[in-house]
């Protein structure tokens, strides 16, 4: 029995891409994308990405890769050591704020990082789900689908946008889509497919919901 709470526990404390991307709210590709550059600590299961609960704690700065705050020294000194605190706090956080400027205690944390057009649009499309500006978060879909067929990103938002409209129909079509791309797409992980075909088929089984619930009316 304690081996098997144990398991339990381990497992989890295991997050999927999609369940990771899911609270940072990111694209499932953009951990994949950190995962295989060692941004974020992970590991394989069989052909599956994982990530521990603590290393994304980690990863957001809740854990041990915050840095100590500096000894009282000289003020030249000081300064020189102050400066190298914010160097490292920038470089922690740049693969989570962007290209976003930060104000923390006063100070800017400007990211080591370059401009990634992608993550910005894929990203805009939440916030404008968020505002409740579908037209404007439709538009932005149809930019990603036009301007980068080759990510998942452009069908993933568009299904959000047509879940968020009402437009249970289109929302499946497109989280299946999502589906096909990422089984026939190299470098995805497999539990990236379930997630997309699960929520197709969750849609699917409300929209019969409500149709069985029309009929009877």
């Given at each position: ?23 940072l ?5 953009t ?6 550059d060692?941004?974020l600590?992970g590991?394989k ?7 521990r ?7 957001l700065?809740?854990?041990p890769?915050?840095?100590e ?8 000194s000081r300064?020189t ?7 490292q706090?920038?470089?922690h ?5 962007g ?6 205690q ?7 990082t ?30 990603l ?8 990103d ?8 047509a ?9 499946i ?36 919901g409500?149709k ?6």
């Amino acid at each position: 029995m304690e081996n098997g709470s144990k398991v339990s526990n381990d497992n989890a404390n295991l997050l999927t891409p999609s369940e990771v991307a899911a609270r940072l709210k990111v694209s499932p590709r953009t951990v994949v994308v950190w995962l295989q550059d060692g941004k974020l600590a992970g590991m394989k299961v069989g052909k599956s990405w994982r990530v521990r609960l603590e290393d994304l704690e980690a990863f957001l700065g809740r854990g041990p890769r915050w840095p100590e705050p500096p000894a009282p020294q000289e003020p030249q000194s000081r300064a020189t050591d102050l400066q190298e605190q914010w160097t490292q706090l920038r470089r922690h956080y740049a693969p989570l704020i962007g290209p976003k400027r930060v104000i923390c205690q006063g100070y800017p944390i400007v990211p080591f990082t370059d401009d990634d057009p992608l993550d910005d649009l894929s990203n805009s499309v939440l916030d404008l789900i968020a505002e409740g500006n579908l037209d404007r978060a439709e538009e932005v879909c149809q930019q990603l689908l036009a301007e980068y067929p080759d990510q998942i990103d452009g069908l993933e938002r568009t299904a959000k946008v047509a879940e968020a409209r009402g437009d249970l129909p289109r929302a499946i079509e497109y989280h299946r889509l999502a589906a096909d791309f990422a089984a026939t797409t190299e470098g995805f992980d497999p539990e990236v497919e379930r997630d997309f075909r699960a929520r197709g088929d969750a849609l699917e089984a409300r929209l019969r919901g409500e149709k069985g619930q029309t009929t009877e009316s």
